[in-house]
């Protein structure tokens, strides 16, 4: 069977969820082989998890060379892996920094790329939403090895434990590629919550919260429920979140299986973001706003009065 | 400082957007057509360059006739001049054609930093940065919420946005950089502005001008091809209730009710 490559989304090692989704979704196309890109010593945070979810084989190129520039070494690196194994195609995570990558490589391997898809036929048709999910369509690449950048909640991972053969790649990155380099990283706000992107429930806040001390409020439900915290944009504009935490047409695309929006009037910049989650909750004090047309549950209300409540049913309520 | 700053006009951001019935590429018709509203925090970024430290800042721009409004609004907003690549033959370019045809132009021109904006609100890709970066053969600074240049040095050092903070990020020009929303307050034009425009340089080049293959351009030399496309199925409206003081519980209740918590 022809090989699928994947490329491993992980943070120093510890792989994230849209791995997993990747590799079984590589599954029904063909023989997974998954690349970990990493810093030295990374891959053994990675191994088991990776042969958990059935990748067959790993790339493994760990190398201060990937992880200590922008783009162009790890794009060098997973371009000639495909154009050494010729795979049925290359699946990506949609975040910021492997849709970069992914769109370098379909440039070296002069592809045709793909992204945002929520779902791959066995036939390499994918299905993405476009215009903030209000237009459906199916696409198809027509030249060389197919790059797909892929939603992260497209697939449900499905374990396929075995034993993958390890390849390890000895990388050597053109001083070309190595143009960006990474001199500090700098960690503002160390949550602990799930990846925006990623969370099975968000719980976002907007204008109605009306000063930044407000989204306290938000986050305490969020963390009852496990949840990711994003933002419109007019509270990140206002400068009561950060701007890493957007939710529109212009910051995150989520489709989780709950979104709970808190003082979001749902407007088009809003719903672009958000309106293919499973199951929407609105909380707004208009009964004109409209999110009311859209969410499956709408109160109508003071936030301030049904945040905290609906926190402590919720605690009640997983507390037996 | 040489500086080039890429613009796209797309369909209002408001404006319901649709594809085309007939070739599936973006409906440009039936809607009011405006700049890419991020690309003005890269036109912004690019003016407040050149007030710091000299130089000279060219708008670049592929898409129709039409488009020429676009550049003529960051001419107004201070731009010194302006590149408009525009051929029937290019319509419905994906963007791997865009930056290979975009990369043609931009290197006539020399740049000391190439600037775009994070993504255009009207394909989302968020990869012309990155693509840019990988046809000119030059460092990647793309996600940058601040933008610090050392023209002595010949230095660029951005702030990169990541999940829970930033990379300080840095590399020799000439570069590009990619500006994210917020990076700065995009100026208004003013009337001033909008009558200096008028008499600004513009270049408009055929793809035969640009040197570009006709066949690897448009929809002829797009790498990908829509095969169906249909609206999405409207999400209709559920339940609304009003709060009577057990508005929390009631949602609670709703949750339970679908196995959600």
Known sequence: MAEVLVLVEHADGEPKKVTAELLTLARTLGEPSAVFLGAPGTYAKAKEYLAQYGAAKVYVAESDDIAGYIGGPAAEVLANLAGAASPVAVLVAATADSREVAARVAARLDSGLIWDATALSADLVATQGIFGGSTIVTSKVTKGVPVVVVRPNATAPEAAPGTPTEQIVDVAVSDAAKGAKIVDRVVEAKSGRPDLTEAQVVVSGGRGLGAAEHFALVEKLADTLGAAVGASRAATDAGWYPHQNQVGQTGKTVSPQLYIAVGISGAIQHRAGMQTSKTIVAVNKDPEAPIFEFADYGLVGDLFNVVPQLTEEIGKHKAG | ?261
């Not at chain 2, 409004?69 to 290019?90: F, N, Q, W």
């Not at chain 2, 702030?159 to 903070?165: I, M, P, S, V």
């Open chain 2, 1 to 261: 400082m040489n500086i080039v700053v890429t613009v796209k006009q797309v369909p209002d951001t408001w404006a319901e957007k649709k594809l085309d019935a007939a070739d599936k590429t973006v409906d440009r018709k039936s809607v009011d057509n405006v700049m890419n509203e991020m690309d003005e925090y890269g036109v912004e970024e690019a003016l407040k360059i050149k007030e710091a430290h000299g130089g000279e800042v060219t708008v670049v721009t592929m898409g129709p006739v039409k488009a020429v409004e676009t550049i003529r609004k960051a001419l107004s907003m201070g731009a010194d001049k302006a590149v408009h690549l525009t051929d029937d033959s290019l319509h419905g370019s994906d963007a791997l054609a865009t930056s290979a045809a975009l990369a043609k132009v931009i290197s006539t021109l020399s740049p000391d930093l190439v600037i775009t904006s994070s993504e255009a609100s009207d394909a989302r890709g968020g990869v012309i940065g990155a693509l840019l970066a990988e046809r000119l053969g030059l460092p990647q600074l793309t996600q940058a919420r601040k933008v610090t240049v050392d023209p002595g040095a010949s230095k660029v050092t951005i702030e990169r946005l990541a999940d829970n903070g930033y990379a300080l990020v840095e590399a020799s020009l000439p570069a590009v950089v990619g500006v994210v929303e917020k990076i700065n307050q995009p100026r208004y034009p003013s009337f001033k502005g909008i009558m200096a425009a008028k008499k600004k340089p513009l270049t408009t080049l055929s793809a035969a001008d640009a040197g570009l293959d006709a066949a690897a351009v448009g929809l002829a030399g797009a790498a990908s091809s829509v095969v169906t496309a249909q609206a999405a199925p409207p999400r209709s409206s559920g339940t609304i209730v009003k709060d009577e003081g057990d508005g929390g519980t009631k949602i609670a209740g709703f949750l339970a009710a679908q196995k959600l918590i």
